[in-house]
């Protein structure tokens, strides 16, 4: 079975700051991992994926990610925060057979920026 | 454009009432998924469907239920069994196999009053 733990529920860090949102993951066959990003009543947006090939995934809005399969991490960065950056923000793991691709999703961040 | 729309965005419901919730995409995927949503739990998936006519129960379907007549709709229905219906629920579709992403609707605010 698919798991993801994020390692603190509620992020703060100042304007221009690095963000780091952290994803460890617990999987029984090769993850396709993703993050979304959840602004306030509204839906999730797709930051970025992982599937296979390069570690280092680059995603929209600066995020990127890179996958460590010896530390079955994947953490969130980005070198410097916005105050549009502020939203909730979801790890999620993916089974890879086809056919049943439904999400697991880890309990979320949420991220505030201190102006 | 394409897209998913969730209709209504908030909606009351009184206790013992069933409701129904609306999900359509015209992103022809086959896949479509119901999540909800509640602070501090993540996404909790209900029900999912890969095909017209069929659907599995996720990990949360005791007091809901769903239909799949149509490739483009996956509507949701949370009846007077489910004990505590008060949340945000949110569709998703997706295409099939791998390397795939959920695409998700603006969800939908149940309140039971």
């Known amino acids: 079975a698919q798991s993801v733990t994020q390692l603190g529920s509620h992020v703060s860090v100042s304007e221009g700051a690095l963000v780091l949102l952290r994803c460890n993951y617990s999987?029984?066959?090769?993850?396709?991992l993703f993050w979304y990003v959840q602004y306030p009543n509204q839906g999730l947006q797709l930051l970025l994926k992982?599937?296979?090939?390069?570690?280092l995934v680059k995603g929209i809005n600066g995020f990127e990610a890179e996958f460590k399969k010896s530390e079955t991490s994947f953490h969130l960065t980005k070198p410097s925060a916005h105050m549009s950056d502020a939203a909730e923000y979801f790890c999620?793991?993916?089974?890879?057979?086809?056919?049943?691709?439904?999400?697991?999703f880890g309990t979320g961040t949420r991220l505030t920026i201190i102006p | 454009d394409g897209g998913i729309t969730q209709s209504p965005k908030y909606l009351f419901r009184k206790e013992g009432q069933n409701v129904t919730l609306s999900c359509e995409q015209n992103?022809?995927?086959?896949?479509m998924y119901w999540y909800r949503q509640d602070p501090g739990q993540g996404l909790r998936l209900i029900y999912y469907?890969?095909?017209?006519?069929?659907?599995q129960k996720g990990d949360i379907a005791e007091g809901y239920s769903v239909s799949r007549e149509k490739k483009e709709s996956f509507p949701l229905t949370v009846t007077s069994a489910q004990k505590n219906p008060t949340a945000f629920y949110l569709c998703a579709s997706s295409i099939m196999g791998r390397n795939t992403e959920a695409f998700f609707g603006q969800g939908t605010r149940l309140t039971v009053v």
């Open positions: 992982y599937t296979t090939g390069a570690t």
């Open positions: 999620a793991v993916s089974r890879t057979n086809f056919g049943n691709e439904k999400l697991t």
């Open positions: 999987s029984s066959v090769p993850p396709y």
């Open positions: 992103l022809n995927h086959d896949a």
């Open positions: 469907s890969q095909i017209v006519n069929d659907f």
